[in-house]
């Protein structure tokens, strides 16, 4: 979904854009917004949908919750050297 916004050469693309080349996590305002477009886009379809990398802050966690994303399946991966 990042790289889709990143394409867009909107101005939260360009934001993004900013974040990945610094090595810093993009901004939690701008990943909610567009995680719950997805999400709605899904639901409007009656689509499942998986999501990889999310939450990655408390903030982004909290925003499940008031977006009433409820995961039914969740998947830990542990990599070791």
Known sequence: MLKQE??????????IEECQKAFKLVDDEIVIK???AEVEKCNASNESFFV????RTKVQALSMQQLRIVPDKLIHLNVRK
Request: hydrophobic share 20%.
């Open 6 to 15: 990143v394409s867009s050469k909107g101005p939260d693309g360009k934001r």
């Open 52 to 55: 990889e990398g999310y939450p």
């Open 34 to 36: 567009i995680l719950k």
